[in-house]
């Protein structure tokens, strides 16, 4: 298909959509539009249910009601540990950081049960300014395998942790990962892009803090297994439960702490411990979630504009707004099926980019070329007019002459006569020839194949010419032609061209002004610039006609009134001639107070030089 003017303009369009939507997944709007899109195909995918690895000790509030509140809470988790010491879990992740000596009684307790855990994850945390670890006692410390960080994601819905936290000189995994590490006995393998630990890849960027969206377990699944300590104390029998398992102990009573965090699933706040429990899973059970490559969401948002675009620009009516309706559902559905296949794909842009080019195609379509083919049908109407009465007018002379030279081959006439008829036979003749000639010029000077003469010529002659061809005109409405100080300035150009040009602002003024009125012409030079003008006491016309008579067979309401014949096109020529002359048109009209035009012209003073003029 032919690209035309309009498929250009909506390609700039297009593109201008592309960025923005692009641009639109940094906007806090887009990114909380993501996020929302997130949380929404999260809850909406199931994946298959798994069989957990995780089993959380939770001190919820009776335990620690019976602990002697929070500052029994080293007591408890001594008491936890006790208690797990027995069962020979696979590893046991303690979810708090026990960085500051207390009394001595329950420190020495702690530190007895943790050296009763052969595998056992402690917690550090990045101090709040960045600077350096609060990691646990040393006294603690030495019992600990591993120590990780407990941090998450900052943000009011917690969807995925960082799984490397560092210092300028320290660096540490995430207490789920190191976890995760020790119940398989593994080292950690890295790379830029992912991390391997015990035959998984975790795909976990280094330039974004190894950041891993936890892939929370779904509701068709139960929630990671927990006993409380209350109840391993009323039955401990219950502590077998916790054989093999990974094992997250920590603080759930919501009076004891303020970590919890909002999941994209719970309506309720989820304990920090369960949350590093659930990124264990998301680890084991190697059920990652990747973002999508940035080629990958050009391509798409890409393809949804083009798409867009399409639609509008070669379709109509019902097929393309069915089209835009599958625009749509792929921009909804595609980011939803590659959800499914691990693939985060930011709906934003999609969206952006289907939504914002669908409703601008199809404004512009609407809006824009439905207008363009209105004028144009208006023109062709006018154009259709304009040819009519152009046949018309030719008709005038081609009659007068068929009658007079039919007269004068059948009838003797006086040699008066005879020459009378031979004079009007010439005189229309030469008419018409002019009327073809005007005609003929209008297309090719519209078409620019009009090739312009260099000639220099005086302003004044110009202006003398004109006014004496329309004399005649202006007597016969009896309507006088003043010229006022033209400068003696040189023009330099086609002189026919610019004849026809003043000769039609003079006609026009006096076809549209009254009789008994008054033409006046007048020059000045400007800069390097010669003005002249032609003002008349005529019909005149309000500014949004001002504003159109040069298009191509307008005539005002005012002149198809007056009774005068036109056709709407010398305006049309003059404002091509003078534009191809490097020049312009002005023009100044009150309705019934009259008009002027004025042609700005460069013009140089002094006697006429060379053609400086160049074929533009
Ligand atoms: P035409 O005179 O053949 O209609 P033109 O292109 O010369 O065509 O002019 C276009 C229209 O501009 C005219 O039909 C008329 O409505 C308006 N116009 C031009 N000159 C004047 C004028 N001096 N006073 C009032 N209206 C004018």
């Not at 641009?23 to 709007?29: G, I, N, V």
């Not at 061809?469 to 100080?485: D, F, H």
């Not at 020529?573 to 042609?599: D, K, N, Q, Y």
Request: proline fraction near 5%.
């Amino acid at each position: 298909m032919k690209l035309n003017r309009q498929h250009v303009e909506s390609t700039a369009l297009v593109l201008g959509f592309l960025a923005v939507a692009l641009a639109s997944s940094w906007t806090s709007l887009g990114m909380q539009i993501d996020k929302d899109a997130y949380d929404w195909m999260l809850r909406l995918y199931e994946p298959p249910p798994w069989k957990t690895e995780t089993m959380l000790l939770a001190i919820d509030e009776q335990s620690l009601q019976t602990s002697g509140g929070v500052r029994g809470l080293r007591t408890a988790f001594a008491e936890g540990l006790t208690f797990l010491a027995k069962t020979s879990p696979r590893v046991v992740a303690l979810d708090a950081t026990v960085a500051d000596t207390t009394d001595p009684e329950p420190d020495a307790a702690l530190g007895s049960a943790l050296r009763q855990i052969p595998r056992l994850v402690l917690a550090c945390e990045l101090l709040p300014d960045g600077s350096e670890f609060e990691d646990p006692l040393t006294r603690f410390q030495q019992w600990g395998a591993a120590i990780g960080h407990v941090h998450a994601d900052a943000d009011a819905v917690n969807r995925a942790i960082p799984l490397e936290k560092a210092t300028g000189k320290k660096r540490r995994w995430a207490l789920a990962l190191e976890a995760f590490r020790l119940s398989r006995n593994a080292q950690i393998v890295e790379s830029l892009n992912d991390l391997e630990v015990a035959g998984i890849v975790i795909p976990a960027r280094r330039a974004d803090s190894r950041r891993m969206w936890i892939r929370y377990l779904p509701p068709n699944m139960p929630a990671v297994p927990r006993i409380s300590l209350k109840q391993l104390r009323d039955n401990p029998a219950r502590a077998g439960e916790f054989r093999d398992k990974a094992v997250f102990l920590g603080v759930t009573a919501q009076t004891a702490t303020r970590d919890r965090l909002m999941t994209p699933y719970s309506g309720l706040p989820m304990a920090g411990v369960e949350i590093h429990a659930q990124a264990y899973e998301t680890i084991a059970q190697g059920r990652f979630l990747t973002p999508a490559p940035g080629w990958m969401e050009l391509a798409f948002c890409l393809l949804l504009t083009i798409a867009s675009w399409a639609a509008f620009t070669f379709l109509t009516g019902a097929r393309a707004y069915l089209s835009a309706a599958g625009v749509l559902a792929s921009a909804h559905a595609v980011p939803y099926f590659l959800f499914r296949n691990g693939t985060v794909f930011p709906y934003a842009p999609a969206l952006t980019s289907s939504w914002l080019t669908l409703v601008a195609s199809a404004a512009y379509q609407h809006f824009i070329v439905r207008r363009r083919m209105v004028r144009a049908e208006l023109d062709r109407g006018r154009y259709q007019q304009a040819m009519h009465f152009v046949t018309h007018e030719m008709r005038t002379p081609l009659t007068a002459i068929q009658g007079s030279s039919e007269l004068m081959g059948r009838y003797a006439l006086t040699e008066e006569k005879r020459k009378q008829m031979a004079q009007m036979i010439n005189s229309e003749s030469k008419r018409l020839g002019r009327m073809i000639e005007i005609f003929l010029n209008v297309e090719r000077l519209s078409a620019g194949e009009i090739e312009l003469k260099q000639e220099s010529f005086s302003a004044r002659e110009l202006v003398a010419i004109c006014v004496e061809r329309t004399l005649p005109l202006a007597e016969r409405k009896q309507i006088s032609v003043a010229v006022e100080n033209i400068p003696d300035e040189t023009l330099t150009g086609d002189r026919e061209l610019m004849e026809y040009a003043l000769y039609n602002l003079l006609t026009n003024a006096v076809k549209y002004s009254g009789a008994h009125t008054r033409v006046t012409v007048r020059g000045h030079r400007d800069g390097d610039r010669l003005r002249l003008s032609v003002e008349d006491q005529g019909i005149g016309m309000d500014e949004k006609e001002t504003r159109k008579i040069f298009q191509k067979f307008y005539r005002t309401s005012g002149a198809e009134q007056s009774g005068e014949t036109g056709t709407g096109i010398g305006l049309s020529i003059v404002e091509e001639i003078v534009t191809r002359h490097r020049g312009a048109i002005e023009v100044a009209s009150r309705p019934g107070e009259g008009s002027c035009f004025t042609l700005v012209l460069p013009a140089h003073s002094a006697a006429p030089q060379d053609a400086t003029l160049t074929n533009s």
